[in-house]
């Protein structure tokens, strides 16, 4: 009887310990703040704890890709969640919150919104952004040199030329532990204007009160989508998260971070 039972007991023991394992996010490094204080707040209300992982969308997608066990998928775009779901590897994606691109400037830059594409494309500046396809943010850089365009012929070439891709890219070095790479970044001179988004900006200025943050003007205003999506095989405890960011307990608190919700325009 002792040989039926115990492997029985020890099936139990696998099954009661996978249960208990935290939930494994993959999330955009914009939503650090904001999605580790959603992750308490669920731990919270429901006993299950969630390990995040936070980094640029598209190098994440590529992890989840070579088989890294994610099981919900938070990017800081549509394109990359979307990419997964397409290859069978995660379900529908859902928008669940919203940003916009602003500019992080150090003083010595003198700029406002009304100057921003004037001092952007002042030689004698650096303008920082992130790495395209790599980082969604750099990639809103990108769209935003289009519109530039639009305003001031030959701006874009200008932009796309001068811009220092420092952040967000596959040989970028780390963000420093607790504190904001773009403040960092602005602060030491690497860039004097960087675009980036305004959550991020704020947490920036927060840090390092003597940065501006400049809003974008409407001509050349940018914003992003943010995509969540379970990736396939995930457990019934990654549903329950994926469900409470999109829930009125997760939206108050991606709100309180700067983010839009995913139906605002």
């Known amino acids: ?20 394992e935290p939930v494994r996010l993959y999330a ?15 731990q919270a209300a429901t006993g299950v704890a969630v390990t995040p992982t936070f980094g640029a969308s598209g190098l994440l997608r590529e992890r989840i890709e070579k088989g890294e066990p994610a099981e919900v998928f938070a990017s800081a775009d549509m394109g990359h969640p979307r990419k997964l779901a397409e290859a069978g590897r995660a379900g529908p994606v859902a928008l669940f919150t919203r940003n916009r691109l602003c500019a992080l400037a150090s003083p010595r830059a003198a700029v406002s919104a009304g100057t921003l594409l004037e001092r952007m494309l002042d030689p004698a ?7 395209p396809k790599a980082d969604p ?4 850089a990108m769209q935003l040199y289009q519109r530039a365009e639009k305003v001031r012929p030959g701006a874009q070439a200008a932009l796309e030329k001068k811009a220092l891709r420092l952040t967000g890219g ?23 204007v960087f675009l980036t988004y305004c959550t991020n900006a704020l947490e920036a200025k927060r840090e390092v009160p ?10 050349l205003g940018v914003g992003a989508d943010y995509g969540l999506t379970l990736i396939k095989g995930a457990r019934p405890g990654a549903e329950r998260f994926a469900a ?9 608190i991606l709100s309180r971070y700067g983010f839009s919700p995913g139906d605002a325009r």
């Open 170 to 192: 596959p040989d970028s070095p780390p963000p420093p532990k607790g504190r904001s790479v773009y403040g960092m970044l602005v602060e030491r001179g690497d860039a004097d």
């Open 137 to 140: 943010s750099g990639d809103y």
């Open 1 to 20: 009887m002792r040989l039926v039972v115990l492997p029985f007991l020890c099936s139990l023991i696998v099954v009661q310990a996978n249960a208990q």
């Open 244 to 252: 409470y960011v999109l829930s009125a307990p997760g939206q108050e």
């Open 125 to 131: 500046l650096k303008l920082g952004m992130s790495t």
């Open 28 to 42: 955009a490094g914009s939503l650090r703040a904001a999605l580790t204080e959603v992750a308490k707040s669920f």
């Open 210 to 219: 003597a940065l501006t943050v400049v809003q974008v003007p409407e001509a």
